[in-house]
Structures are given as C-alpha cells and as structure tokens.
C-alpha cells in the first residue's frame, strides 16, 4: 500500500501506549492495531481528528505518501 501509518513513532515519542490511545479516542484496541500495522482500509476523519488531538500532532505526522514505483522492495 502506498499510504504508510507511522502511529507507532508517534505513540513512542509522546510515550504513550496503544490501549491508553485506543481508550482516549474511543476505539478497540484491535481497530488501532489494524490501523498502525497499515491494514486499515479507511479510517474516518472522526478517529484521525481525535489521534491528533490526543497525541498533540498532524495528521501528515501520523501518515505519509510513498510512491509505490519508488519503493526499494
């Protein structure tokens, strides 16, 4: 997929766990886990909105384009 989720850096240096997240913004801890490893397939601007609104980021922070053409695997 060319859309790569970097929740991970963002939870690390906010020193936050998954579940505390997933707790603050409402989800389970499942959807938040299919949302960090990249296999979401959508996520809605709700659950973004309150990600960086509890981690204190933007959305471009959390999430990056990269062109499946340039990719080295």
């Known amino acids: 997929m060319a859309i790569i989720v970097n929740l ?3 939870l ?3 020193k ?3 579940n505390e ?3 603050r913004i409402g989800i389970t801890t499942a959807n938040l ?3 960090k490893t990249g296999k979401a397939k959508a996520i809605r601007f709700s659950t ?3 990600i960086c609104k509890v981690l204190e ?3 471009g922070d959390i999430m990056e ?3 499946e053409k340039e990719k080295p695997f």
């Open 65 to 67: 384009y990269v062109n």
């Open 8 to 10: 991970d850096v963002m």
């Open 57 to 59: 980021c933007q959305p």
């Open 12 to 14: 690390a240096k906010r």
């Open 16 to 18: 936050m766990r998954s």
């Open 21 to 23: 997240l997933a707790d």
């Open 33 to 35: 886990s299919i949302l």
């Open 48 to 50: 973004l909105e309150m």
